[in-house]
């Protein structure tokens, strides 16, 4: 169901006449001023992200460590609610734009692309929201059609979509794509064929992308087992506190947004080992 919310109107979350509101905003009363980033002595612009699926987990994560370097970021997630609290706790100096939607639907990607445009452009782009599908993880032969569709619909066809809707923006700033993968694109894990093959598509979208696209740093990147909602869900019922935490697969996802590596498929915390620190 698309969940698009309008902009609260409560004191604490009132819109400011200053500028645009999107569908699905969620803005606080004070927003941090747009400032650029102090580095070796001068102002470096800001840059702009947009991470997809970032009330919870990794997006979460992530949009809150970019934030914290400067960045600004346009955030999403379909529960406003959630989206809400997750955006109170960000930290200036970055921007955060926090539209409530679901990556399926047109609108609130144009929405996304809008807002990035709005802050001065956008030069990152990480989609990151996802869907695992039914819990517990079905076999082949017993996962529904219609099941499997709205899998695709989330992991391969909407993260193309905005891909497509936020060329303009990345091509003018020479940008990046992620795009979240999971080692699921890749092993013939039991219960795994649909999320699975929703994120082996993924993988070659970006591959043929990174082609056709040179200009372009193109990353698929599997961030590895993580103790978030969606692990648990694919194991119902079991103590999943051994997974590392979603922070821990972050600073290899900054060595990406930030760092010169070629486009290509990276295993975040690979990269952290390797010595990605940030
Ligand atoms: N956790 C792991 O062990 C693991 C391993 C390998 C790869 N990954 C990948 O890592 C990424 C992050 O996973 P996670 O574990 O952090 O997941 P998570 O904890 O379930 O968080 C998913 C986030 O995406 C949002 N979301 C889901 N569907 C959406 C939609 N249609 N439109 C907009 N937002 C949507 C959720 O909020 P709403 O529900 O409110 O929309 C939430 O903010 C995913 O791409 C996943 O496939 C995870």
């Known amino acids: 169901m698309i969940r698009l919310q309008r902009a609260r109107r409560s004191s604490a979350w009132a819109p400011s006449p200053s500028r645009t509101n999107y569908p699905g905003e969620i803005r606080p009363a004070a927003e941090a001023p747009r400032v650029g980033r102090a580095y070796r002595g001068c102002m470096e612009p800001t840059r702009t992200a947009i991470v997809t699926g970032a009330s919870r987990g990794l997006g979460l994560a992530l949009a809150r460590n970019l934030s914290a370097r400067g960045w600004n970021v346009v955030v999403d997630a379909r529960d406003p609610d959630a989206l809400a609290a997750a955006h109170s706790s960000f930290a200036a100096p970055g921007r955060t734009v926090a539209l409530a939607g679901d990556v399926a639907d047109p609108l609130h ?9 709005n802050l001065g452009g956008l030069h990152v782009l990480v ?3 996802s869907a695992l599908g039914p819990s517990p993880l079905p076999p082949l032969a017993e996962l529904d059609t219609a099941a499997f569709e709205a899998i695709l619909a989330t992991n391969t066809v909407a993260p193309l979509a905005l891909i497509r809707e936020a060329l303009p923006l990345l091509e003018a700033a020479s940008g990046r794509i992620l795009n979240i993968t999971s080692d699921a694109a890749v092993e013939g894990y039991e219960g795994w064929g649909g999320y699975g ?30 103790r978030t909602q969606m ?44 010595g990605a620190a940030r």
Do not use: C, T
């Not at 990607?109 to 445009?117: E, F, Q």
């Open 109 to 117: 990607r144009r929405a996304l692309v809008a807002a990035a445009s």
């Open 231 to 274: 692990h648990q869900e694919a194991f119902p019922g079991e103590d999943i506190s051994d997974r590392p935490p979603p922070e821990e697969s972050v600073p290899g996802l900054v060595d990406l947004i930030e760092g010169d590596r070629p486009s290509g498929r990276y295993q975040a915390r690979a990269l952290v080992a390797a």
């Open 197 to 226: 093959a929703s994120k082996a598509a993924l993988e070659q979208l970006s591959n043929v992308l990174a082609a056709e696209r040179p200009g372009l740093r193109v990353y698929w990147v599997d961030p590895g087992d993580m």
């Open 127 to 129: 989609n990151n929201a």
